[in-house]
């Protein structure tokens, strides 16, 4: 019996420790972390996220992120975010929304509800129209990271050299670009620079010369189609013939921000619209050829119109699929943070969505521009908020490109057609409101 005694007990011993082994994670046992996979655009300033990734993971040990870079593209990378949430991908935890996007996602079922994490004393601390956009039927589904609105840049030395100010109305512009174009005699040197390839893009700009010639892309009160009527097609005719026709090269069709953005840089366009961002690459002498050079202020209007600016901007968003929302929001959080905002303000040029950051002598030192602008983020125009903005942005996408695109195009019976097309889908959304 002495024998058999220790042995039994060793028997013993070694079964209570392999119980024990069954109750602790395998991860935990061999020092693994907790991967949270982010789906992000990919950025014109790579190294800002990477930092920033780093940062978060130095301040939160045992938790990693994983990145997966989409495109550039709005349009492009909003089907990629929309294929792994309609799969129900629980591998994607947060991930990139641009500011027309949290209605779909929130009407879809495919955004968390972020009510319990993002308190209504924090959303305060944002600017209002960021956080009205990331509101859907009262819930909240995302944090705005930066915001962004439409501006005019401009060559200042060549404004200064023929005695012009900044153009005040789309004429003006068309006249002051042809002037100096012609007298400077540059065989590389265009009037204007802007994104009109068929993409979300081409929306904003679209939107920035129809809403100052006081039209508007639909009612949303009627819930019609209005991309029929005079103030409209008069603004895309001015488009086609006095901006594309006069004082760019058709090149700009394929334009996105990147590409109208490097033509400018390049000193080869007078005027350029663009994001706030493109203010850092402009005036960098390493990445551009004007720097120094360049001006920045609001976009004109047609005679007797106002100024519109599109509201853009990105957010980050939960998908509700997935299976780490705490470990996910703590990453969203620091992000979202002062600290953080203020870091991509000062290194990527992007505008803040926090007001605090408006008044900060650091952001205001190197980025002097955002004090003036922030009128403009403030009253930037948002598109509408819906569930359904992402058919409705197709059908326009494709009558502009039309429109501006052929030189003889009947933009009348386009618009006609574009306007009836939208309004098939709009009827989606009075059905769900009768009785």
């Not at 509800?113 to 039927?137: G, Q």
């Not at 904003?204 to 100052?212: D, F, T, V």
């Not at 004082?247 to 000193?267: M, T």
């Amino acid at each position: 019996m002495s024998y058999h005694k220790p042995k039994l007990i060793a028997g013993f011993i070694i079964s209570l420790w392999s119980f024990f082994l069954c109750l602790v994670p395998v991860r935990a046992l061999a020092g693994a972390q907790t991967e949270i996979r982010f789906v992000n655009w990919k950025s014109q300033f790579p190294k800002v996220w990477v930092e920033a990734l780093a940062a978060f993971e130095t301040q939160n040990p045992g938790l990693k992120i994983v990145q997966e870079i989409g495109p550039h593209s709005s349009t492009e990378f909003h089907d990629l975010v929309t294929q792994k949430l309609k799969n129900r991908d629980p591998a994607m935890d947060v991930f990139f929304m641009d500011v027309i996007w949290p209605a779909e996602f929130a009407a879809a079922g495919w955004a968390l509800p972020l009510d319990r994490f993002f308190a209504a004393t924090e959303r305060e601390k944002f600017l209002a129209a960021p956080v009205l956009a990331n509101t859907y039927r009262g819930q909240i589904y995302g944090v705005p990271v930066f915001t962004d609105a439409g501006m005019l840049y401009y060559r200042k030395d060549l404004l200064a050299r023929y005695g012009f100010s900044p153009p005040r109305t789309w004429p003006e512009l068309v006249a002051q670009a042809k002037t100096i174009v012609a007298q400077e005699q540059d065989p590389h040197l265009t009037g204007f620079s802007g994104q009109f390839k068929q993409y979300e893009g081409l929306i904003c700009n679209m939107m920035e010369y129809i809403l100052s010639n006081g039209g508007s892309l639909w009612d949303e009160d009627a819930l019609q189609g209005t991309l029929h009527h005079p103030k409209v097609i008069e603004a895309v005719r001015f488009v086609r013939d006095r901006v594309i026709g006069e004082i760019s090269h058709r090149g700009v069709l394929a334009y996105q921000e990147p590409e109208s953005l490097a033509s400018f840089s390049q000193g080869r366009a007078v005027f350029h619209r663009n994001w706030p961002y493109a203010w850092e690459i402009a005036n960098d002498p390493k990445r551009s050829r004007v720097a120094g050079k360049v001006g920045i202020t609001v976009l004109p209007a047609f005679p007797g119109g106002k100024s519109v600016s599109t509201l853009g901007g990105w957010q980050l968003g939960i998908s509700r699929f997935s299976r780490k929302p705490d470990p996910a929001w703590k990453f969203v959080s620091f992000m979202s943070s002062l600290q953080m905002q203020k870091r991509i303000a000062l290194f990527a040029g992007r505008a803040p969505a926090r007001r605090a950051l408006y008044r900060d002598p650091d952001v205001l030192k190197k980025r002097p521009e955002f004090e003036s602008e922030l009128d403009v983020f403030v009253n930037a125009v948002p598109r509408p908020r819906t569930p359904v903005y992402i058919p409705l942005s197709n059908i326009m996408q494709r009558f502009f490109s039309s429109a501006i695109a052929v030189r003889d195009s009947n933009i009348e019976s386009l618009a006609r057609l574009a306007s009836r097309d939208m309004n098939r889908v709009l009827d989606l959304l009075r059905e769900r409101t009768r009785p």
